[in-house]
């Protein structure tokens, strides 16, 4: 089977950040970005750098210190908001200005108090101004799955005129379902003139708990990028989640003809080092990442797996960077190991943060002898609590 390539636009920062409890600072937010970047997604939406001075410095700096992928900043379709964007971005290797208008009557009339008419032109504007600054220009139609659709698709045929290359259709209300969103992407896709020419993207939000199946409701319909989030954080009940897409479709590969450049091995790793930025946990239920994701309980269901991994386990807990928790440390085991455990469990450390946690796990391994993940993760945070105070 010939796969089609989708590309993974990770909105951790962005959309993840805004959930309750959820900010980061600079160097937080440049970290995760880092392993982002490990983790090969495609684009990394770093902000939305009008809506303060630490958004628009984190964004320059993320701009500045990670290479690889894009770097896309948010604007509302304004004027300032497209320029600060694009101040923010332009260091970037790779920038790209991602503009935003609501296109749903509710959002029109009540919101921007503006007319179709109006929100028409300001669409085109806003991506001719955007295109004027930066060749890589996103445009999406906030809440796309309330729209009515010939409004939908005339705007999103105008904003290709002008220059859009990805044209997201966002459900942001989380309202929509994957038969029903499936058919706007086909839609879009079969009535848009010059559609061919952009990248279709889709962003779902979780409020009926539906935005991983819209999500890939919308690959099959003819979407090629996908908006995600780490542990599906974002606004209310967050976003699709990034590790869930990816592993429904490498895990269903036979049934879904795609691929993402994705290295899931560091889906954990990157799962990990969010919960320890923002200090918001995952549920224990949680696919793939979640601490019984991967934990057999019922006595049947540990004598399958004994007997074959098959029986219960359509994924293993590696390829996706699940350390194999069998694994102790005593007193015995080096700066190494404890540096390569604390790797597998997501964190790491500079040389001289590494010595004092080595300290740490040599008094306590003399008290108790074998040091399990949990007592090291209890280390790991004793450490970092102390590098936040100093
Ligand atoms: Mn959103």
């Known amino acids: 089977m010939s796969r089609e390539h989708v590309l993974v636009f990770d909105t951790t920062l962005r959309d993840g950040e805004q959930s309750p409890g959820c900010s980061m600072n600079l160097s937080e937010k440049v970290n995760l970005a880092k392993q982002l970047d490990r983790l090969g997604v495609d684009i990394i939406e770093a902000g939305f750098p009008t809506a303060s001075e630490g958004d628009f410095e984190s964004v320059k700096a993320v701009a500045g210190e990670v290479r690889r992928p894009v770097i896309a900043a948010l604007a509302r379709a304004k004027t300032d908001d497209i320029k600060c964007a694009w101040d923010a971005v332009r260091n970037a290797d790779k920038p790209r200005i991602h503009t935003f208008l609501a296109t749903s009557d509710i959002h029109l009339e009540y919101k921007l108090k503006m007319t179709r008419e109006e929100a028409l032109v300001r669409a085109k504007e806003s991506v001719r101004l955007a295109r004027s600054l930066c060749d890589d220009v996103e445009f999406s139609a906030e809440d796309a799955t309330r729209t009515d659709l010939d409004f939908l698709c005339a705007v999103i045929e105008a904003v290709i005129r002008e220059g859009a290359a990805t044209i ?223």
């Not at 010059?194 to 409701?217: F, K, P, Q």
């Not at 350390?323 to 190991?337: D, F, N, Y």
């Open 168 to 390: 997201n259709i966002p459900d942001t209300v989380g309202y929509t379902t994957p038969g029903e969103f499936r058919s706007i992407i086909e839609a879009v896709r079969n009535r848009v003139n010059g559609i061919e020419r952009a990248t279709v993207s889709v962003h779902c939000h979780d409020d009926l708990g539906l935005a991983v199946a819209n999500t890939l409701a919308a690959l099959e319909g003819g979407a090629r990028q996908v908006e995600c989030t780490i542990n599906g954080i974002g606004e209310r009940a967050g976003n699709a989640s990034l590790e869930e897409v990816v592993m429904a479709l490498r895990t269903r590969a036979d049934v879904m003809p795609f691929e993402t450049g994705v290295a899931a091995e560091e889906l954990y790793a990157s799962s990990r080092l969010l919960i320890e930025s923002t200090g918001v946990a995952v549920q224990p239920n949680k696919a793939i990442v979640g601490r019984n994701a991967f934990a057999h309980e019922a006595g049947i269901h540990q004598d399958g797996m004994i007997k074959n991994k098959l029986t219960y386990e359509i994924m293993t807990p590696q390829s996706v960077g699940v350390p194999e928790s069998r694994l102790v440390l005593g007193k015995h085991s080096g700066r190494h190991a404890l540096a390569l455990r604390c790797e597998a469990l997501g964190y790491r450390f500079e040389r001289r943060a590494l010595d004092r946690l080595y300290r740490r796990f040599v008094a306590l391994a003399d008290e108790i002898k074998a040091v399990d993940d949990h007592r090291i993760e209890q280390l790991v945070r004793d450490e970092m609590l102390e590098i936040s105070a100093a």
